[in-house]
């Protein structure tokens, strides 16, 4: 595999197709694209899925309000590629229960959710990861003993799925390079080129840790920018001649945020995700289990800032915080049990502009769109984590047309087979999902060194990569130390990240790499050093850079912390003393 840098290096050879973004979308076209045979290369300011795509709700799912508007299609395709997610990564996408508590006074009637729950199977084709199931009050307390009993009529339980969202975006992206792709992190798109008529030929672009720059051709150009989309659609337009008036079109997004906190285990505990409705705003959201953590969101706030500088504010915690206490009273979230937030933009489409004079729709769907401009520009605008590889089709089938009528394309493409062909971590992946049969061949291959909790911990990461992290332990030993102390997180997975993942900074290795910034209630703070020193081994790093990545790594941890210096909003005082069941908000996760 090679580094980031020898991508940097790569980097500069004419391409069929250049996509500016590393989240989910651009990761997913990048891999569509290279299997189909053509030339290309993904440029991402950032670590890849840096952006949205590491801030989601990790859940890979059908999106059931659809089914109250009769949305029979949407679900459909969402259940769909579900199931073709649990197909080729196996290892990242896991079926988990949702229970949903109906008490009295609730809109919803346990009847009518459970004949919702009927069509939603059905859409499926009957192939929800387990069958639905209608529970007793008394059952509903076996399953989940922290949840509020007062005034519970029933829950009916239901199987989605969860996922590592860094990692299914990381996985997609390496299987690009697999292909031939060229997968560039830290490298921004600084400029969009034109030639004399006004159509897209290439990019300038920037890396963004050296500050070197080169210019890359490109037949096509397409935006996976998320958040950003809007501002890579400015810099794709025709400068204006002397004189002419710059054209501004309508925003393609109206970005909103949403906020996720993270608690110990036994401060919330949960065994499944549990649907809840915010007593202020009749909002879904979830609990949801995270091993030995639970993450609570979303938040749904409009948000019009700098998309690098999102992060949660006091108001967003103190809303999840109210929430819980609804549900869960005896199990008080407090500041103090905060292990770390995370804050995310949801790239929702604003409605198409009518002018029509910049933007020419080629596509639109409820969920996205993919809108080409004049100069050429694909912009993929919108939809979810889940629909990936479904919009990653439809955009390089766009491409494909439009490089087939300029001439730019004479010879046959492949069948790209992105449904078929499994994630790296899921090649020679037991059949029967066997995780622990997994766990158990990497700890054969680590030796004594690998404990259990690490072999099962590299098995969920990586699937049947896990054994090349292992591999390593067997050939030098000291890369069997823990990062934390006590946690089953290893040097090797530093090595691995930098050797086989394209990490190239601390911040890299310990946000979406190892996730300890999610998971350690240290933030990883504690392994920062010794991350920092061997990738300086690693990288040949002098000090100074050294020194430089670890407090940007504190910088970050600093980041998602803010939400404590703001002053309290009372928020949560004032939730406190209203019923359940006010629930009839909108629900932008599709629960
Ligand atoms: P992003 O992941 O944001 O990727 C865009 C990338 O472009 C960024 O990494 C950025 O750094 C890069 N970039 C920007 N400008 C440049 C430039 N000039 N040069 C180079 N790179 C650039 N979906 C689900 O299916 N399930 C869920 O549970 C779910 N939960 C969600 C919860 C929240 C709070 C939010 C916000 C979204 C959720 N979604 C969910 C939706 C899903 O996460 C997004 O639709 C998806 O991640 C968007 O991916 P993307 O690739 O379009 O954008």
């Not at 580094?3 to 997913?28: F, H, K, P």
């Not at 590629?81 to 229970?99: C, K, Q, S, T, Y």
């Not at 729709?361 to 990936?388: C, D, M, P, Q």
Request: net charge negative; proline share 6%; hydrophobic share 40%.
């Amino acid at each position: 595999m090679p580094t980031r840098q020898e991508m940097w290096d790569r980097l500069g050879s004419d391409v069929d197709v250049l996509i500016i973004g590393g989240g989910i979308n651009g990761a997913g076209i990048a891999r569509d694209a290279a299997k189909r045979g053509l030339r290309t290369a993904l440029v991402e300011m950032g670590d890849l899925a840096s952006g949205t795509s590491s801030r989601s709700s990790k859940l890979v799912h059908g999106g059931l309000r659809y089914l109250e508007q009769f949305e029979f299609s949407l679900v459909f395709e969402a259940v769909s590629e579900r199931r073709i997610l649990m197909d080729i990564a196996p290892h990242l996408v896991n079926p988990l229960g949702f229970l949903f508590p109906v008490y009295k006074g609730d809109r919803r009637l346990l009847s009518t959710i459970s004949a919702g729950m009927v069509v939603y199977e059905g859409l499926s084709l009957f192939r929800s990861p387990k069958r639905y199931r209608r529970l007793k009050p008394k059952h509903v307390a076996e399953e989940e003993p922290a949840l509020t009993r007062e005034g519970l009529k029933g829950a009916p339980l239901y199987y989605d799925c969860s996922t590592d969202d860094a990692r299914l975006t990381l996985e997609t992206a390496l299987s690009a390079t697999e292909v031939g792709a060229v997968i560039a992190p830290w490298v921004k798109a600084i400029r969009l080129r034109h030639d004399e008529h006004g159509t897209l030929v290439g990019a300038t672009v920037e890396d963004v840790l050296t500050g070197a720059t080169k210019d890359i051709a490109a037949s096509v150009i397409i935006n996976a920018t998320g958040p950003w989309t809007d501002s890579t659609v400015a810099m794709a337009s025709v400068p204006p001649a002397d004189g002419e008036e710059a054209k501004t079109s309508a925003p393609v997004l109206r970005p909103t945020k949403g906020v996720h906190i993270v608690v110990p285990k036994d401060v919330l505990p949960v065994n499944h995700a549990v649907v809840c409705f915010h007593p202020d705003d009749g909002r879904v959201l979830f609990a949801l289990p995270w091993s030995d953590a639970t993450y609570v969101g979303t938040t749904d706030t409009d948000f019009d800032g700098d998309p690098s500088e999102v992060r949660a504010d006091r108001a967003d915690v103190e809303y999840l915080q109210a929430a819980m206490a609804k549900y869960f009273p005896e199990h008080p979230v407090t500041d103090d049990d905060i292990i770390c937030t995370w804050a995310g933009l949801r790239p929702l489409v604003s409605p198409p502009s009518k002018d029509g004079e910049e933007m020419d729709e080629s596509s639109v769907s409820r969920e996205h769109r993919i809108i080409v401009s004049k100069s050429g520009l694909i912009t993929i605008a919108g939809g979810k984590l889940t629909t990936y590889r479904l919009m990653s089709k439809e955009v390089v089938d766009t491409a494909s047309k439009m490089l087939r009528l300029r001439g730019q394309l004479r010879r046959r493409l492949n069948p790209a087979r992105t449904e078929e062909d499994p994630l790296p971590g899921a090649v020679s992946w037991p059949e029967d999902d066997d995780h622990e049969v997994v766990a158990r061949q990497i700890k054969d291959i680590g030796g004594d060194q690998v404990s259990l909790a690490t072999a099962r911990l590299l098995a969920d990461t990586y699937g049947m990569k896990g054994a090349d992290v292992a591999r390593r332990v067997r050939q030098d030993k000291r890369l069997a130390d823990p990062l934390v102390p006590g946690r089953p997180e290893i040097l090797a997975q530093v090595d691995h990240a930098v050797q086989d993942e394209l990490a190239s900074t601390v911040t890299d290795v310990l946000k979406n790499r190892t996730a300890l910034f999610y998971r350690d209630p240290h933030q990883g703070l504690a392994a920062a050093p010794a991350v920092a020193d061997r990738m300086a081994d690693l990288l040949r790093w002098d000090e100074a850079t050294r020194i430089r990545m670890e407090q940007d790594y504190r910088a970050e941890v600093d980041l998602s912390r803010r939400w404590r210096l703001d002053p309290p909003t009372g928020v949560a005082d004032d939730a406190a003393g209203e019923e359940i069941g006010s629930d009839g908000g909108e629900d932008p996760e599709g629960a």
